[in-house]
């Protein structure tokens, strides 16, 4: 349907890139985590040796506190810029973030949280990869009195937070699907590439359906797959589609990676259905103007990771934080991708 293909740009990307997402409209998170958990750290107790990616937590300060940190992937781009984000934010007051990667296993992130307690974390950043499945490592975090800050996804019973900031995921999947009814006005049969286990991929979904039946312009979603696992699943799920039903005048990506999945897909595949996704991120932003990529609903780790962190600490500092943080999404296409540029995240 349009523009000359990026064959060699894709497949360099496709080695980079992983699978992401992000929470939206949660419900009511309390606030009535324990005033003096993770408000001081033992004196005579610090973690472990620590992971890969952090200085072990006998190094900070004395008498900084010990951060946890745990994300649905860490070799997402847009986790790790997030989780760089908490980071500045938690080094800058003397402190030490502990973080791991689950990679996207759900018992492989309750193993590290319950380590993380072991090691004396006294807060913890979470992002599930499992909104329901982590539960059991949300209590024993609530057993060990530490307060919980959720980030970019939510959690099955929003309860256990003290605070929660996150993108508007309906709403970054609701501008995909509004901008797709505007530009294919004759509607057609498109395939959505989904994870029915998050619950921002879930939000970003029902958002981009919304938004093309607002519209009044009928689609039909012929093909829909989990493809959340990470860029080469995408590329593999999008290709059985594909196979299937070639005439696809759309794909729906969860996050970016995904779109860059289905991408790669339809263009080993000889096709070009507009393709949308969710993150903003900058490979995608790089190919707006010159391929079926066709827009990408917005979100900024940066704000995210930088609002949690410091939400984290006003509430350490006794004042009184929101529940719930909605971070704004908003479209980038090929016609406004400069306002934001490519080289980074907004």
């Not at 349907?1 to 990026?6: D, E, G, Q, S, Y």
């Not at 080695?15 to 324990?34: F, M």
């Not at 979470?126 to 919980?148: E, H, Q, S, T, Y």
């Amino acid at each position: 349907m349009k523009r000359k293909l990026v064959s060699t740009w894709i497949c360099t990307i496709m080695v980079a890139a992983l699978a992401a997402g992000c929470g939206s409209k949660p419900a009511n998170a309390g606030t009535d985590a324990p005033a003096d958990a993770g408000t001081e750290a033992p004196a005579d107790e610090t973690p472990a040796d620590a992971d890969t990616k952090t200085p072990a937590a006998d190094e900070a300060k004395e008498g900084g506190r010990v951060f946890g940190y745990t994300c649905m992937d860490g070799t997402n781009p847009f986790f790790v810029t997030l989780e760089n984000a908490i980071r500045e934010e938690v080094e800058a007051h003397g402190d030490t973030l502990i973080s791991m990667d689950p990679a996207n296993k759900s018992d492989t992130q309750i193993d590290q949280i319950e380590d993380m307690i072991s090691r004396g974390v006294e807060v913890m950043f979470v992002n599930p990869v499992d909104a329901d499945g982590v539960v059991p490592a949300l209590d024993m975090l609530k057993d060990a009195n530490i307060p919980m800050f959720g980030f970019d996804t939510q959690v099955g019973d929003m309860s256990y937070l003290t605070s929660y900031a996150g993108s508007d995921n309906y709403n970054a999947g609701y501008v995909c699907g509004k901008d797709l009814a505007e530009k294919v006005p004759e509607g057609g049969d498109i395939l959505v590439l989904d994870s029915p286990t998050m619950q921002s991929v879930v939000d970003r979904t029902n958002g981009f359906l919304a938004g093309i039946e607002e519209s009044g312009v009928t689609f039909n979603v012929v093909g829909q797959q989990d493809a959340m696992g990470n860029q080469q699943l995408a590329n593999e799920k999008a290709t059985d589609l594909l196979t299937a039903h070639p005439d696809v005048v759309a794909i729906f990506g969860g996050n970016d990676p995904t779109a860059l999945g289905a991408y790669a897909a339809a263009d080993a595949a000889g096709v070009s259905p507009l393709i949308y996704g969710v993150d903003g991120s900058p490979d995608v932003k790089a190919l707006l103007k010159d391929t079926m990529l066709e827009g990408t609903g917005a979100q900024s780790p940066i704000t995210i990771g930088k609002t949690i962190a410091q939400t984290a600490y006003d509430w350490l500092d006794g004042k009184e934080v929101e529940a719930e943080i909605p971070i704004e999404t908003f479209l980038i296409t090929a016609d406004n991708v400069d306002d934001y540029g490519t080289e980074g995240w907004q």
